[in-house]
């Protein structure tokens, strides 16, 4: 059994959000680029989900139940949290869209690291799942509420949109290759 399939369940503590740009003038999809959105980390992803609702016929005559076809699919509401911190990108992303850049559309790629991973900045980290949310867009925007009394960190949310929520078939991990055949099986 390789180490890959030996991995188990996995902890959600090791992930990231990069964003990429998306352009859409006169409604279409021109490309995308990579540009950094946000220079914080977030502590909370929710809402990667999405859901199909069944078409129900009913048929005259079948008295069993009635007959399930594929309908659409729907995506939730993607929320990420994080501390507030001196960089306002969320908010200003918010603001533009808002105030009619409509245009203003992101992509975002959410990678999950398996606990083993080395630190954050380590460029040897594996991703282990991606999930992409295609044309993302700001729906709400809310800071931490004010309190006195309180010692707790502030956290800021954004609430997101999105046109479609894909994940790609995991990465395999790098494995030793095949020894040749009548080979020693020595290893390069």
């Not at 004010?146 to 046109?163: C, D, K, P």
Request: proline residues 8%.
């Amino acid at each position: 059994m390789s180490d890959w399939q030996r991995l188990g369940p996995l902890t959600v503590f090791n992930f990231d959000v990069v964003f990429s740009e998306v352009t859409l003038p006169d409604g279409g999809i021109t490309g995308t680029s990579g540009i950094k959105l946000c220079d914080a980390q977030f502590s909370e992803v929710t809402g990667l989900e999405a859901t199909m609702e069944p078409k129900v016929i009913k048929e005259g005559g079948r008295n069993f139940g009635a007959i399930q076809r594929v309908g659409l699919v729907t995506f939730a509401t993607v929320v990420l949290k994080r501390g507030i911190g001196r960089i306002d990108d969320l908010w200003r992303w918010f603001e533009l869209v808002a105030g009619g850049s409509y245009s203003k559309r992101l992509s975002a790629v959410i990678t999950m690291y398996g606990p083993q991973q080395g630190p954050r900045d380590d460029p040897e980290r594996t991703p282990l799942y991606q999930w992409r949310l295609h044309r993302a867009l700001p729906t709400k925007f809310k800071t931490a509420d004010f309190n006195a009394t309180s010692t707790a960190v502030g956290i800021e949310e954004l609430h997101i949109a999105h046109e479609g929520l894909e994940l790609p078939a995991p990465p395999k991990p790098a494995t030793a290759p095949e020894p040749a055949p009548g080979g020693g099986g020595v290893l390069v």
